[in-house]
């Protein structure tokens, strides 16, 4: 567990018990997954039933990843993560009873599938910002590799556990193994010190948080770039594991197990590629990992549709792991380090959703063209995706955040309020006038817009920087806040990285006109 390694996390106690509990989580899900398809095709003969299996465990996280990032966000994260945990304690159970009672329907099986779905999608984003809450953020990016190699092992052992529990004990046992594993995982969770929200402004509701999450995204480059780095990969490799069935039984002859042994390969290799990511992000860089990781998937593609050798493609398939992973762990880590902490979780939930999106829409898709061009065709056209990808992408800007970038900075409004102001007052505009010589004109602007950008993040509306026409070295930056509380939201809100920004721009302000902050004021009663 040396420094830099990707066991280094492992040192972190606490760290050590969150990893363990969420792969326990993480295997409950998969052992749902497979198990209740299984079970399914027991209850009824109908294929749209048995897909639906897959629907209800997915379709949460659609509906519901966002709003629990924002809860997560918002609250103590420890008891929201109880509450989703007795949640699947609870789905499991009732599964178990209706098994052993043989009271169990092909519709009952859904609906307590998608109850347990839906506590895991409202946890999903809780766990991924706990995990790494405990450590620093120059340790996040072991840590992502460690979850990672957690997703991969419990993706291999969850289904090959239900399976072995219907084939020599019964249905029941894997909905009881289900419920034991959600209910040691909330004992552990008791057994956490609590984390309770800071005392100060009130928490946002729950769609202002979101809408303050989306707009923390789209106003911050190297989160943007990011994610739409795992849009355009996901959606061109979800080929790749949509067709993987097809390839295996069509091309190479192989039957279940064949197609077991392919994905096996491939999770083999995404774990080679997590043990050594640490180390590959010091030698290589961010970008270029990337576009490494993206050119080893394309080249498995390609050799999935025109090889007809089994143990070719499945050497191949370790390619394909390595640049699974190399893509999207890196991004993970771009996204879990790169959010202040007050939208940390809403982030992760966005990248989350951007994800699993890309995967189901491309999968659909590629399965779709697969009928209509052919098997072998779509997935040429999928490498060649990605390849399209990697030069598109190559200017995207991915970066690793530092903990001293996203401390949070105490900054105090020296505001004379002459009269009170009620949190829900406003909007509220901000005016402060700098004096720019010419010959600065060209660092106050992209200082000033680099300004602009994080007063967005931090909840500004309709920011601008106007010049004055009568005086060319008058500048006006001008901003709108949604209401009071936002504009001291937005104070709260201001990391080291952005007090810096501010600073660069300090001395051009002029001091004899103070910044003036104007709140709206409503016509009275008796006007029309």
Same mark, same amino acid.
């Given at each position: &567990?040396?420094?830099?390694?990707?066991?280094?996390?492992?040192?972190?106690?606490?760290?050590?018990?969150?990893?363990?509990?969420?792969?326990?989580?993480?295997?409950?899900?998969?052992?749902?997954?497979?198990?209740?398809?299984?079970?399914?095709?027991?209850?009824?003969?109908?294929?749209?039933?048995?897909?639906?299996?897959?629907?209800?465990?997915?379709?949460?996280?659609?509906?519901?990843?966002?709003?629990?990032?924002?809860?997560?966000?918002?609250?103590?994260?420890?008891?929201?993560?109880?509450?989703?945990?007795?949640? &699947?304690?609870?789905?499991?159970?009732?599964?178990?009873?209706?098994?052993?009672?043989?009271?169990?329907?092909?519709?009952?099986?859904?609906?307590?599938?998608?109850?347990?779905?839906?506590?895991?999608?409202?946890?999903?984003?809780?766990?991924?910002?706990?995990?790494v809450g405990v450590l620093?953020?120059? $340790?996040? =990016?072991?840590?992502?590799?460690?979850?990672?190699?957690?997703?991969?092992?419990?993706?291999?052992?969850?289904?090959?556990?239900?399976?072995?529990?219907?084939?020599?004990?019964?249905?029941?046992?894997?909905?009881?193994?289900?419920?034991?594993?959600?209910?040691?995982?909330?004992?552990?969770?008791f057994s956490l010190p609590?984390?309770?929200?800071?005392?100060?402004?009130?928490?946002?509701?729950?769609?202002?948080?979101?809408?303050?999450?989306?707009?923390?995204?789209?106003?911050?480059?190297?989160?943007?770039?990011?994610?739409?780095?795992?849009?355009?990969?996901?959606?061109?490799?979800?080929?790749?594991?949509?067709?993987?069935?097809?390839?295996?039984?069509?091309?190479?002859?192989?039957?279940?197990?064949?197609?077991?042994?392919?994905?096996?390969?491939?999770?083999?290799?995404?774990?080679?590629?997590?043990?050594?990511?640490?180390?590959?992000?010091?030698?290589?860089?961010?970008?270029?990992?990337?576009?490494?990781?993206?050119?080893?998937f394309s080249a498995a593609?390609?050799?999935?549709?025109?090889?007809?050798?089994?143990?070719?493609?499945?050497?191949?398939?370790?390619?394909?792991?390595?640049?699974?992973?190399?893509?999207?762990?890196?991004?993970?880590?771009?996204?879990?380090?790169?959010?202040?902490?007050?939208?940390?979780?809403?982030?992760?939930?966005?990248?989350?959703?951007?994800?699993?999106?890309?995967?189901?829409?491309?999968?659909?898709?590629?399965?779709?063209?697969?009928?209509?061009?052919?098997?072998?065709?779509?997935?040429?056209?999928?490498?060649?995706?990605?390849?399209?990808?990697?030069?598109? &992408?190559?200017?995207?800007?991915?970066?690793?955040?530092? $903990?001293?970038?996203?401390?949070?900075?105490?900054?105090?409004?020296?505001?004379?309020?002459?009269?009170?102001?009620?949190?829900?007052?406003? =909007?509220?505009?901000?005016?402060?006038?700098?004096?720019?010589?010419?010959?600065?004109?060209?660092?106050?602007?992209?200082?000033?817009?680099?300004?602009?950008?994080?007063?967005?993040?931090?909840?500004?509306?309709?920011?601008?920087?106007?010049?004055?026409?009568?005086?060319?070295?008058?500048?006006?930056?001008?901003?709108?806040?949604?209401?009071?509380?936002?504009?001291?939201?937005?104070?709260?809100?201001?990391?080291?990285?952005?007090?810096?920004? $501010?600073?660069?721009?300090?001395?051009?302000?002029?001091?004899?006109?103070?910044?003036?902050?104007?709140?709206?004021?409503?016509?009275?009663?008796?006007?029309?």
């Amino acid at each position: &567990m040396s420094e830099g390694s990707a066991w280094a996390p492992f040192r972190n106690k606490a760290f050590r018990g969150l990893w363990l509990a969420m792969a326990i989580v993480n295997l409950a899900i998969w052992m749902q997954t497979v198990g209740a398809a299984w079970i399914m095709t027991t209850l009824t003969t109908s294929a749209t039933m048995v897909s639906l299996v897959q629907t209800a465990v997915t379709l949460p996280v659609f509906l519901f990843a966002l709003p629990g990032g924002v809860i997560a966000d918002l609250v103590d994260r420890r008891r929201w993560l109880i509450v989703t945990q007795a949640l &699947m304690v609870f789905a499991g159970v009732v599964l178990a009873v209706l098994a052993y009672t043989a009271h169990l329907d092909a519709w009952g099986l859904l609906a307590f599938t998608f109850l347990l779905g839906t506590g895991s999608a409202l946890g999903m984003s809780a766990w991924m910002v706990t995990m790494v809450g405990v450590l620093t953020r120059s $340790e996040v =990016p072991a840590a992502v590799s460690l979850n990672g190699i957690a997703i991969n092992a419990t993706r291999a052992l969850g289904p090959a556990l239900a399976g072995a529990l219907i084939a020599y004990w019964n249905t029941t046992s894997v909905f009881l193994v289900i419920a034991l594993c959600m209910l040691v995982v909330m004992v552990f969770l008791f057994s956490l010190p609590a984390t309770p929200r800071p005392e100060g402004l009130p928490p946002e509701t729950l769609t202002g948080g979101m809408r303050s999450g989306l707009r923390y995204i789209r106003h911050s480059a190297v989160l943007f770039s990011a994610l739409l780095q795992v849009l355009v990969f996901t959606g061109s490799a979800s080929a790749l594991w949509a067709l993987m069935p097809l390839v295996a039984k069509q091309e190479l002859g192989m039957d279940a197990g064949g197609y077991g042994l392919l994905m096996a390969f491939l999770g083999a290799g995404a774990v080679v590629a997590a043990l050594n990511l640490p180390r590959l992000y010091r030698v290589m860089g961010l970008q270029r990992l990337i576009a490494c990781g993206a050119v080893a998937f394309s080249a498995a593609t390609f050799t999935a549709a025109l090889s007809h050798n089994r143990y070719v493609v499945c050497t191949m398939m370790l390619f394909a792991g390595v640049g699974w992973m190399a893509v999207n762990a890196t991004i993970s880590t771009v996204v879990q380090t790169y959010a202040a902490n007050w939208v940390r979780a809403r982030v992760s939930a966005v990248y989350v959703l951007t994800l699993m999106g890309s995967m189901a829409a491309g999968g659909a898709v590629w399965g779709a063209l697969a009928e209509y061009v052919g098997l072998n065709e779509s997935l040429l056209l999928s490498g060649f995706m990605l390849l399209l990808g990697c030069v598109l &992408m190559r200017k995207g800007r991915v970066e690793l955040g530092h $903990e001293a970038d996203f401390a949070e900075v105490q900054v105090t409004d020296k505001l004379q309020l002459a009269t009170p102001v009620a949190h829900s007052d406003g =909007p509220v505009s901000v005016e402060i006038v700098y004096q720019v010589p010419a010959g600065e004109l060209e660092g106050f602007l992209s200082a000033v817009y680099a300004v602009g950008k994080a007063r967005r993040r931090n909840g500004a509306q309709n920011w601008r920087l106007y010049r004055d026409m009568a005086d060319d070295q008058l500048y006006s930056e001008r901003f709108i806040v949604e209401s009071w509380l936002d504009y001291l939201r937005q104070q709260a809100r201001v990391t080291q990285a952005d007090y810096v920004q $501010e600073l660069a721009i300090e001395r051009f302000r002029r001091e004899d006109v103070a910044p003036r902050r104007l709140i709206y004021q409503p016509p009275a009663a008796h006007i029309g």
